[in-house]
């Protein structure tokens, strides 16, 4: 067996490790990163996303010529938007952690020479959006933590925490290339992601035929570091369960699809192949339901849903997956290109249709435009008729991003035990870590979460070394 040594190891390279290993190298630690997958495949889901959520009124990047196009978005409404999306179970003192440092990791990574599109992506909140490819986001933040003098191993899974007699973590073992290695260190920091890319997991957590669903990212967040981490003591929390599952392109690939969302399908109808509606699609803005959706489609027959608009809303539609919608110049042409059952099909459009009276139309917030009567289920907002030609039907499943358990941690990232005591040296963040999301997800705060509580867990680990240093 070789052997390393490094003041911090962080186990992972997407956004939670890069900005761990960044900030420890930046201040002055010896790091190494290690990354499973291959160069190639690098980032974990980090790989497969760009948008930040920004507390804009908290931040301030006017020095480098950003403006914000939602001047007056703030912490405590990043805060409650967390809160509302999960039911109120997330962690107060995680999620207020995240939005009051929010802002000033924006700044921090904006210094470090990422670059940004600020825009309104959804109701009420700027989404920043880098403006690298999301394989050049990794690469540059790697870039940094180079020139900083970290080292990054690729093909180089954590297998073993090593923990002296009072349980401090000083240490893990990796399969490394062909060889087992052994890294004694100071300090580690978890930030492998979560387990949504294990068949096996997702059928354990979510059910029968969740083994089938397809990942929009990386294949190589599996879990086993977090088993490692639990097998350490680490305390499991969080929703198990639970998942961002979002709604995307039926026909995307299995693993490493990406996005392939269909964006807009709150101003239509979804339909099932039985031709029914099954949700609300105008509960709240696309950025608030997305991510749930994905698992309400997956759940029909066939795991299949189909959007289908008319040309008054066809316009707000962005879709970027692989497939065209189906085009026709009426519902019965439309249905019959369509693998679901027509005739019902045409029955519920017709049913929806006599349920609306719609005021004036605003796509741009939530307009109020109900169903009336007792349609089930109603549609809360954005309830137009579906009756001006041509007719435009976009074919969906739900799609895993990232799972919502994961090791318990402090509003510090230090990992806790099932005693909820510290595990000294040890630290977590992203979505290794469980207490933030709950049944629902609310658009552009994974990546943020990650960037946060990734620069937390390396300026912890640091003080945790000085403090070691000192008393020696």
Same mark, same amino acid.
């Given at each position: 067996?070789?052997?390393?040594? /490094? ?36 980032? +974990?889901?980090?790989? /497969? ?14 020095? %480098? ?14 805060? @409650? ?7 109120? $179970? ?24 990422? *670059? ?18 999301? @394989? ?9 933590? $180079? ?15 090593? $923990? ?19 890294? =004694? ?68 690939? #299995? ?25 609300? *699609? ?10 749930? %959706? ?5 759940? $029909? ?22 497939? *065209?919608?189906?085009?026709? #110049?009426?519902?019965? =042409? ?24 719609? =005021? ?26 579906? =009756? ?48 933030? %999301? ?5 658009? +552009? ?7 946060? /509580? ?19």
């Amino acid at each position: 067996m070789s052997q390393q040594y /490094y003041d911090i190891v962080v186990v992972g390279c997407g956004m939670a490790g890069l900005t761990a290993g960044l900030r420890a190298a930046e201040l002055g630690q010896s790091v190494a990163v290690l990354e499973k997958s291959p160069k190639a495949e690098r980032g +974990g889901q980090t790989g /497969y996303s760009e948008s930040f959520r920004v507390p804009s009124a908290d931040t301030d990047l006017t020095e %480098f010529g950003y403006e914000f196009a939602v001047p007056d978005y703030t912490a405590d409404q990043f805060y @409650d938007d967390i809160m509302a999306r999960t039911d109120g $179970q997330a962690d107060p003192d995680i999620a207020r952690t995240l939005v009051d440092n929010a802002g000033r990791t924006i700044e921090w990574l904006t210094e470090h020479g990422v *670059e940004w599109d600020m825009e309104p992506l959804a109701v009420g909140y700027t989404v920043g959006r880098t403006w690298f490819d999301n @394989d050049q986001l990794v690469a540059h933040l790697i870039h940094e933590i $180079q020139d900083h003098g970290g080292d990054v191993y690729y093909e180089t899974s954590a297998r073993r925490l090593l $923990q002296d007699d009072a349980f401090r973590v000083v240490g893990l073992e990796a399969a490394s290339g062909d060889e087992c290695v052994r890294f =004694d260190c100071g300090a580690v920091v978890l930030a492998c992601g979560g387990y949504e890319s294990s068949p096996e997991k997702r059928a354990r957590y979510y059910g029968a035929g969740f083994d089938d669903m397809k990942v929009r990212g990386s294949g190589y967040n599996t879990g086993e570091a977090i088993e490692m981490a639990l097998a350490a003591g680490a305390n499991a929390t969080g929703q198990w369960s639970g998942a961002h599952m979002a709604l995307i392109d039926a026909n995307s690939p #299995d693993v490493g699809g990406g996005a392939n969302r269909v964006d807009g399908y709150q101003y239509g109808v979804i339909l099932n192949v039985d031709g029914e509606r099954f949700l609300d *699609e105008g509960e709240d803005a696309r950025a608030h339901t997305y991510a749930k %959706f994905g698992r309400e489609i997956f759940k $029909q027959p066939e795991h299949l849903g189909f959007i289908v608009l008319d040309s008054k809303t066809h316009g707000l539609v962005r879709a970027t997956g692989p497939s *065209e919608p189906a085009v026709a #110049d009426s519902l019965e =042409d439309l249905f019959a290109q369509l693998a679901l059952d027509a005739s019902v099909a045409q029955s519920t459009i017709e049913t929806f249709n006599a349920a609306c009276a719609p =005021d004036e139309f605003d796509p741009h917030v939530l307009d109020g435009n109900a169903t009336e009567g007792d349609l089930r289920p109603r549609k809360s907002n954005w309830a137009l008729p579906i =009756d001006d030609p041509p007719y435009y039907a976009y074919k969906v499943t739900g799609g895993i991003t990232f799972s919502f358990g994961g090791v318990e941690t402090s509003s510090n990232a230090e990992v806790l035990d099932d005693r909820r005591r510290v595990i000294p040296g040890f630290y977590a963040a992203g979505n290794a870590t469980g207490k933030l %999301f709950y049944n629902n997800y609310p658009g +552009g705060t994974g990546l943020t979460n990650a960037a946060v /509580y990734g620069k937390i867990a390396a300026e912890q680990a640091d003080t945790y070394l000085d403090q070691r240093t000192g008393s020696n």
